[in-house]
DNA sequence: AGCTGCCCGTAC
DNA sequence: GACGTACGGGCAGCTA
């Protein structure tokens, strides 16, 4: 049977792209897809087809634009890197042969779709050569008569059965498009069902069998989803025609006569000097192709596609970023004393560490994995233990020698998240110097905005590549074993792969930060710096009064079963007080009390807005909130609390995320200690029990108003930089300014108006949100925010600056030159470009404030090292810090705190910090 | 039993 | 729809 092999050069030079570092050749020029397209090529010709040809996207508008002026709307144009590689790509592709097609007015899938049905019609195989799931909806099963298949030569995927379809998909090849219509692609701005992915669309389909039997029973899919789809109803038709692939696009010539032309070996010599390719060069002189013959590779599986060409040369950096790699199990001293070796000799290595808990407190070291090029590892296993577990080399022999080289800090070490890898080596005797480079802050400083920086994400994101997830080594939920238990093969590929992926990910990322100097400066002087910090802060931990939070509890119990008993005496029934669903319920349907307040989803809401708005109908609401206020209290801090202590320690150790938030705060969790009640007395009380150790105190140091400031510093207004030159109280000199009142005169009430001003125009808020704070008419907030703006006005002229920024760069940055991407910033959804516009307002002074905090813990903690231990930083709590201190070090301590703290950014206002200390973290305000 | 979305509430 | 950034508890519905 003839062959016939369509490869979809778009797709393979795009994903190149972004899969691998940016390489040039002498002359500069870019080459690194054109590197990735032309090993991919050569493996190809190594199948031997008959027939084949290179599709690559013609310039300019396709039918689909005129279907829908929105398509790939949101897509940015061709990286200019990438667009000098087309015409370099095309060159080789036709001297090696490959007959190269380009088709206006329609894209290269829908030529790959025409040519793929007429072969098939013919008796030819198919092969589509692809890295767009797209495809799958022409898939044609050979052991179903048919012969389209796909092959993926970046992850080594092979599509050819409907079973893997349905594996893959959840679906039948043939409905494919159904499914991509429902689910919309983002990638093409295609908007589909909204909250429809994949999972959900494979359940209406396997339902109701087609996208017109979906649209048809609509009404009887319920809940949110349901509506959504209704919404789109209307435009799942046109969905569906642009996801088609067309398969009648009007060509010249058959697609048996596309074979392949001997290669023009002249020009393809010039070519490859031209772009560094030496190895492919080399294959031309001589040589036979590799893969020819003693590489002889079957279409089937991962040796489809470049990946096992062997074609990588020793003078380009390895192009295969998104292939698997090879890994060793370490067992023995000579492999160890091997890797040592390659170790020493290397400019830096990438480890990972592997233990049998996630608490990074109380986890034991079950092995190390290393690397120290890209598709090589090894893992080196010592605490593996399962029955018929192979002998492994014992912990103290590999961390002693380890040691020298985790010790080093000229010897650089690359991690991922390497704050808990350093903290656990650190708790088994090895304090790591030279952690020089982590790729979830690179990834972090690279674009904030993403959701996720962990390992897998990025992975994909940068490398395409799917990593061997934990649970699948591991299992998860009540299944899940320790990583203890995992066999030795398994934990290898899973262990060795994370040192590996870390080393390719940080060769992808380094140059994206590199090529920003002020992104390099925070990554550098910022966020690597502080890895250290934070791993002591955690490690330090904060004492907890165990016994002060019981009775706490016991108290808070005790009233909130009064209010139970009195809510349940003024329902006339019992309900459960905690169910949002039956208090509604009750008082919206029983006592039909009006409803005055709906949540975002149009339901009647139970919030505290709305039961203090019910308070004078009815004597329930506020016993609810009562009850409500006690049991948040019990439930999250006081009970919670002292599950939290270390039995060890006694202390509360949290940890930091330091890729946590977008604009660069820390977050903190298990347990969050950045939301300790502070506002009411009963919430403050919880406070008592964060304590100081007999002879220390608890010091607290904050600065004062850091985000106003820093919006006096952008803003540069001359009325708000006086206000704090002055050193008078900001929102009393606020109201004092837009009201017209001296100092003096200020009655509260204003005082407490502009506060909500003041803190409102940092969030963006409106006319509408400050009259609902301020429980005042619409009008009059506006005449506020008028009143305001006219006696500011270049907080106003700020504010305007920052959203024209943010639209036309798609980023806004801080002093420091932090940048934080706006997804949403030119969104056609208003909701969803306000709601970017205020996160851009926002931004810059939430950001600069997390700069200049993290800063001051830097130089603090320098400052601490040396004083053996006589002052600890225990707490960050945004613009606070929190340490505990020797009795007699206070005030040098509060002194020193202050002093760095204040000196940590210079603006147009001064920092001013303000401290306290106590026995307890209560007292210390 | 575990996962997920929703509602609600705490901090700065 | 209307105020930015987080984390987390309890409920309710779904899934296995």
Redesign the pocket.
């Known amino acids: 049977m003839p062959k016939l092999v369509l490869i979809d050069g778009s797709s393979y030079l795009y994903r190149a792209f972004h899969a691998l570092p940016p390489l040039t050749n002498s002359a500069g020029e870019p080459t690194g897809a054109l590197f990735g397209v032309v090993n991919m090529l050569r493996a190809t010709l190594a199948e031997r087809p008959d027939c084949a040809v290179f599709v690559v996207d013609a310039p300019g508008k396709t039918f689909r634009d005129d279907l829908y002026p929105e398509y790939k709307a949101n897509r940015s144009a061709l990286p200019d890197d990438l667009r000098a590689q087309v015409q370099p790509m095309c060159d080789i592709v036709q001297a090696l042969g490959f007959p190269l097609l380009r088709i206006a007015g329609v894209e290269a899938d829908d030529v790959i779709g025409t040519l793929a049905l007429e072969a098939a019609r013919e008796g030819t195989e198919v092969t589509i050569s692809t890295g767009d799931k797209d495809f799958a909806q022409l898939l044609q099963p050979f052991d179903d008569g048919g012969s389209i298949r796909l092959v993926n030569t970046m992850s080594g995927s092979v599509l050819d059965t409907d079973e893997a379809v349905i594996a893959k998909f959840g679906v039948r090849a043939n409905q494919i498009v159904d499914m991509l219509a429902l689910m919309g692609d983002a990638i093409d701005n295609v908007k589909g069902v909204d909250k429809c992915g994949p999972k959900t669309a494979a359940k209406w389909l396997a339902e109701y069998g087609t996208l017109d039997g979906v649209i048809e029973n609509a009404e009887k899919i319920g809940?949110?989803i349901g509506e959504n789809l209704r919404t789109a109803l209307p435009r799942l038709p046109l969905n569906r025609e642009l996801v088609t692939i067309k398969t009648d696009v009007p060509l010249d010539q058959p697609a048996k006569s596309m074979t392949l032309r001997d290669r023009d070996v002249d020009t393809l010599r010039t070519l490859y000097a031209r772009y560094g390719f030496n190895a492919a060069l080399r294959d031309l002189d001589g040589t036979p192709a590799p893969g020819a013959t003693e590489r002889k590779v079957s279409m089937r599986g991962t040796e489809a596609g470049w990946a096992r060409t062997g074609a990588a040369s020793a003078e380009a950096p390895d192009p295969r970023l998104g292939e698997k790699g090879e890994y060793e199990t370490v067992t023995t001293r000579e492999q160890l004393d091997a890797w040592i070796a390659k170790l020493q000799a290397a400019d830096a290595f990438a480890f990972d560490v592997e233990t049998d808990s996630l608490d990074a407190h109380t986890a034991n070291l079950v092995g190390v994995s290393l690397a120290t090029q890209a598709h090589a590892g090894c893992y080196i296993p010592f605490g593996h233990d399962y029955p018929g577990a192979p002998a492994q080399l014992k912990r103290e022999d590999v961390l002693d020698a380890l040691r020298p080289l985790f010790t080093d800090a000229s010897k650089k070490k690359i991690g991922q998240h390497g704050k808990y890898d350093l903290h656990v080596l650190r708790t088994h005797g090895v304090a790591v110097r030279g952690y020089a480079e982590d790729t979830m802050l690179e990834s972090f400083v690279f674009n904030a905005g993403a959701s996720r920086h962990d390992m897998d994400s990025l992975a994909k994101r940068y490398l395409g590549y799917d990593t061997v997830r934990y649970e699948d080594v591991a299992g998860?939920?009540?299944k899940q074993i320790p990583f203890s238990h995992v066999s030795l093969e398994d934990a290898t590929r899973y262990a060795a792969e994370d040192a590996d992926v870390t080393l390719r990910l940080h060769a992808v990322l380094r140059p994206k930060i590199a090529a920003e100097p002020s992104l390099d400066a925070v990554y550098r002087d910022i966020e690597m710096p502080l890895v250290p910090v934070l791993e002591r802060i955690e490690s330090n931990g904060v004492l907890v009064d165990v016994a002060e939070l019981r009775r706490q509890s016991a108290d808070l119990g005790k009233r909130m079963l009064d209010a139970q008993q009195l809510a349940t005496n003024l329902a006339g029934r019992t309900f459960?007080l905690?169910?949002?669903?039956?208090v509604g319920q009750l008082l919206f349907e029983e006592l039909k009390l009006p409803v005055q307040v709906k949540?975002?989803?149009g339901?009647p809401?139970?919030?505290?807005e709305?039961l203090e708005a019910l308070a004078d109908l009815h004597e329930l609401p506020k016993v609810i909130?009562e009850y409500?206020?006690l049991a948040?209290l019990r439930?999250?801090y006081t009970d919670?609390l002292p599950e939290m202590v270390n039995p060890s320690t006694g202390r509360v150790h949290t940890s930091y995320?330091q890729a946590?938030?977008?604009?660069g705060?820390l977050?903190?969790?298990?347990?969050?200690l950045?939301?300790?009640?502070?506002?009411?007395d009963d919430?403050r009380r919880i406070r008592r029990a964060f304590v100081a150790p007999e002879g220390r105190r608890i010091v607290a140091c904050d600065y004062s108003q850091i985000e106003l400031r820093i919006m006096a510093h952008l803003s540069e207004d001359p009325n708000l930089l006086r206000a704090f030159t002055s050193g008078d109280d900001i929102h009393r000199a606020t109201a004092a300014e837009v009201f017209g009142r001296t100092i003096e005169e200020v009655t509260n009430n204003e005082r407490r108006a502009a506060k909500a001003i003041n803190?409102?125009l940092m969030?963006?808020?409106?006319a509408?949100?400050l009259a609902?704070?301020l429980g005042i008419g619409r009008g009059e907030a506006q005449d506020y925010i008028a009143l305001y703006f006219s006696r500011y006005p270049g907080v106003r002229d700020f504010m305007e600056r920052t959203r024209q920024e943010a639209r036309e760069r798609g980023f806004v940055e801080t002093v420091f030159g932090r940048r934080l991407h706006l997804e949403n910033i030119q969104a056609r959804n208003q909701?969803l470009r306000?709601?970017a516009e205020?996160?851009a307002i926002?931004a810059p002074m939430?950001g600069t404030a997390a700069d200049i905090v993290k800063r001051a813990m830097i130089e603090i903690d320098r400052w601490l090292a040396g004083l053996g231990g006589r002052a600890l930083m225990i707490l960050q709590?945004?613009?606070?810090l929190v340490f505990e201190v020797e009795e007699a070090f206070v005030e040098e301590l509060v002194a020193g705190a202050k002093d760095r703290m204040a000196a940590a950014a210079e603006l147009r206002v001064p920092l001013v910090v303000d401290a306290g200390q106590g026995l307890n973290w209560d007292e210390a305000h």
């Open positions: 809940g949110k998860k939920g009540a459960s905690d169910s949002p669903k039956q949540t975002s989803t339901q809401s139970v919030n505290e709305a909130l409500r206020g948040k439930s999250t919670k995320h946590g938030a977008a604009t705060r977050a903190s969790s298990d347990p969050n950045q939301n300790i009640p502070i506002r009411t919430g803190f409102g969030y963006g808020m409106s509408f949100g609902k704070q909701g306000a709601g205020r996160a926002n939430q709590v945004h613009d606070e």
